[in-house]
């Protein structure tokens, strides 16, 4: 259900007083509002009276949108219409910011509130002192009852109003209040998820949680009973979440971190990932809105030192064990989670690293039992909670989730085990590591530690099934979820990069975000000025905005796997290159050497790039365009029969030319 400060029907509105309406909305805000804030409520009061007199329906003030940790200025239903309404009282011109955040308001409501989905919605930006503009009324192609942000003035916002109504005349009238008694079922990014959960909100307010998602509150559930327990009974717990691509383990292992972070009561978290760019992007994003949050209390902080609060709880993993390397004490958490845990480094891979970087020539452990040796320092009690993703390995070394069971086994078999019944699935390569832990110590199954729907899109929850299916040459079987998904999720395919580029800035609305995604081995895309050598920063290109060259915006600069791991944009250009091949018999899969592309040999280097593939394409919410180049005939690198035989196969399960 959403709030809101005040709300009344449009005839009430119209006769009470200015100063009765301010004192209502003052009351209902929990923060002490400003003078100019309360300025601001007169202004608009006094140009909504004006333009919506003769009109009858419903009005709210601050109608709250909880994903987006913002209210609405004026939400005002006139028979089958919902209007929007975003003032900047005062300002002379329409910013195009000011554009998007009224137009991210209206998708909001469109995607995520129930109530919204059939019913037309109009965004209107009111400049109170620009000058007259024609009031256009139109649609983009998405054929969901969404129109173009609306400009006006004050005096004109009537108006805009009057050629809404006259623009669409509806079969219903909305009820105002199933409307604001309304589901809302949102399904925030990660970054949105996490400034949430900093602001101390709770999982089930800012995530959708119908039945097939309750299992997300199941989930974080168990985890804290496993820590209760753990606590009052000073026994040491080890935990496996698993969950389908974006299921939404990460938001889980955020939710740990934030709600346990009482160091008085021995009862704080970190959150550990090795996926440095996801770490940054998290530290960055969360340290700009604790500065900006401040700023608005009147309260000066500069961005170093927020940052630094925030890294107590949200670390790279690397530098977690670097610090008790050398620090040999317990360490100041008791409850770790490991996220993405199957990356953590096999033996040889950490005894290599800790040689040659470290200079430990003596150092014998692999990563995971590095870790838990940590933790178990600790002579009470400690809780580990690996988050487990199947098929996401995708580096040298990542030894997948079987060498934490082996390291407990070994050397931890004092420790409780809880795991999901779905880490024996074939995806997780874990069945033999399990049956062999399970001799040895007392496993537990609990169903609760598995997410089985995914969270990242909205409009597909099927798009991994359909991707699985995909790499794995399920060919029927791909096809068949393709025609499940495809009304709701479009994929298209194309050879030509502009027509990809121009889909998905068509597609994109306000300030949902679209970038370019290829392979790390996707190195003969240099033609179409694509260059996975080049340097990039993902906190500029995942964060910054559509005048920062650096941002995904730009379609400029691209990321790969490695970069976009654990994260999502809303549109996506997957660009595919000549290392993975379609054949009769499967995949071929290849790297660039010299002048050449050269046979991957080795079958975990052939995984490991069918997986950066599986990471690529599942990370758009709500669609993605595939561009396969054509090749060229005169490149050796970049012959035609490269890249045709991939671009048949993707059709014929059914993807769309653009």
């Known amino acids: 259900m959403l709030n809101y400060y005040y709300r009344s029907d449009l005839l009430s509105f119209e006769k009470n007083s200015n100063d009765d309406i301010i004192g209502k909305i003052t009351n209902s805000n929990q923060f002490s509002s400003t003078m100019e804030q309360n300025k601001s409520w007169a202004d608009q009061i006094v140009i909504l009276k004006k333009a919506l007199k003769g009109h009858r329906g419903e009005i709210f003030f601050e109608f709250s949108v909880p994903r987006m940790g913002k209210r609405i200025d004026a939400l005002v239903i006139i028979k089958g219409v919902v209007f929007v309404i975003e003032f900047k009282v005062g300002e002379h011109k329409f910013f195009r910011s000011d554009m998007d955040q009224?137009?991210?308001?209206?998708?909001?409501?469109?995607?995520?509130?129930?109530?919204?989905?059939?019913?037309?919605?109009?965004?209107?930006?009111?400049?109170?002192?620009?000058?007259?503009?024609?009031?256009?009324?139109?649609?983009?192609?998405?054929?969901?009852?969404?129109?173009?942000?609306?400009?006006t003035n004050k005096n004109n916002l009537g108006l805009a109003i009057q050629l809404t109504l006259d623009?669409?005349?509806?079969?219903?009238?909305?009820?105002?209040?199933?409307?604001?008694?309304?589901?809302?079922?949102?399904?925030?990014?990660?970054?949105?998820?996490?400034?949430?959960?900093?602001?101390?909100?709770?999982?089930?307010?800012?995530?959708?949680?119908?039945?097939?998602?309750?299992?997300?509150?199941h989930t974080t559930s168990a985890l804290h009973a496993a820590i209760k327990k753990a606590g009052n009974e000073h026994k040491k717990i080890i935990c496996f979440v698993t969950g389908v691509p974006g299921a939404g383990k990460t938001l889980v292992g955020l939710k740990v971190a934030t709600t346990h972070q009482e160091q008085e009561k021995k009862s704080a978290s970190v959150y550990l990932s090795g996926n440095g760019p996801l770490v940054a992007i998290l530290q960055e994003a969360l340290a700009r809105d604790k500065v900006k949050t401040e700023a608005l209390k009147g309260q000066k902080i500069i961005k170093s030192h927020a940052k630094s609060e925030i890294k107590a709880f949200i670390q790279n993993i690397h530098h977690y064990r670097d610090a008790y390397l050398i620090d040999k004490r317990a360490?100041?958490?008791?409850?770790?989670?490991?996220?993405?845990?199957?990356?953590?480094?096999?033996?040889?891979?950490?005894?290599?690293?800790?040689?040659?970087?470290?200079?430990?020539?003596?150092?014998?452990?692999?990563?995971?039992?590095?870790?838990?040796?940590?933790?178990?320092?600790?002579?009470?009690?400690?809780?580990?909670?690996?988050?487990?993703?199947?098929?996401?390995?995708?580096?040298?070394?990542?030894?997948?989730i079987s060498e934490w069971l082996q390291a407990i086994k070994h050397l931890f078999p004092h420790w409780l085990v809880y795991i999901s019944p779905n880490l024996t699935d074939s995806e997780y390569a874990a069945t033999e590591a399990i049956e062999k832990l399970s001799k040895e110590v007392k496993v537990h199954f609990d169903s609760a530690l598995h997410l089985a729907v995914s969270m990242r899109s909205f409009r597909a929850e099927k798009l991994s099934f359909f991707v699985k299916q995909l790499l794995d040459r399920e060919h029927e079987k791909a096809s068949a979820t393709y025609k499940a998904i495809e009304a709701n999720y479009p994929i298209k395919l194309t050879r030509d990069l502009q027509k990809a580029k121009t889909w998905l800035k068509e597609k994109a609305r306000g300030n949902e975000r679209y970038g370019m995604v290829v392979s790390s081995q996707a190195y003969r895309l240099k033609p179409y000025a694509i260059d996975v050598k080049s340097p990039v920063d993902p906190i500029y290109w995942f964060l910054d905005g559509k005048e920062d060259v650096r941002s995904s915006y730009f379609l400029e600069d691209v990321v790969t796997e490695f970069h976009v791991q654990g994260l999502e944009l809303d549109w996506v250009c997957v660009a595919w290159d000549g290392d993975l091949r379609s054949n009769s018999k499967g995949w071929s899969t290849y790297s660039f050497r010299g002048n050449k592309w050269q046979n991957i040999n080795k079958a975990e280097r052939q995984q490991y790039l069918i997986n950066a593939y599986r990471v690529l394409l599942t990370r758009a919410r709500q669609g993605m365009v595939i561009f396969?180049?054509?090749?060229?005939t005169e490149d050796h690198t970049r012959l035609p029969a490269f890249y045709d035989e991939t671009y048949r196969y993707l059709l014929s399960t059914g993807i769309q030319v653009l």
């Open 331 to 400: 360490p100041y958490d008791h409850v770790a989670i490991f996220d993405e845990a199957q990356r953590a480094w096999n033996k040889e891979q950490t005894v290599n690293f800790m040689k040659r970087k470290k200079g430990q020539p003596d150092f014998q452990f692999s990563e995971p039992e590095f870790l838990i040796s940590c933790l178990d320092r600790h002579e009470d009690w400690a809780v580990v909670i690996c988050l487990v993703g199947g098929g996401q390995e995708i580096n040298t070394g990542e030894a997948g």
């Open 167 to 217: 623009f669409y005349i509806p079969l219903v009238e909305i009820d105002p209040e199933n409307y604001a008694k309304g589901r809302y079922a949102p399904t925030p990014t990660i970054i949105e998820a996490a400034l949430a959960l900093y602001k101390s909100h709770q999982v089930d307010e800012i995530t959708r949680m119908d039945a097939d998602a309750t299992n997300l509150t």
């Open 628 to 632: 396969v180049p054509t090749g060229d």
């Open 102 to 151: 009224v137009w991210d308001y209206a998708l909001d409501l469109k995607n995520f509130h129930e109530p919204s989905h059939q019913v037309l919605i109009a965004p209107i930006l009111v400049s109170s002192e620009a000058q007259p503009v024609p009031i256009e009324i139109t649609t983009k192609a998405h054929d969901d009852q969404l129109l173009y942000p609306i400009l």
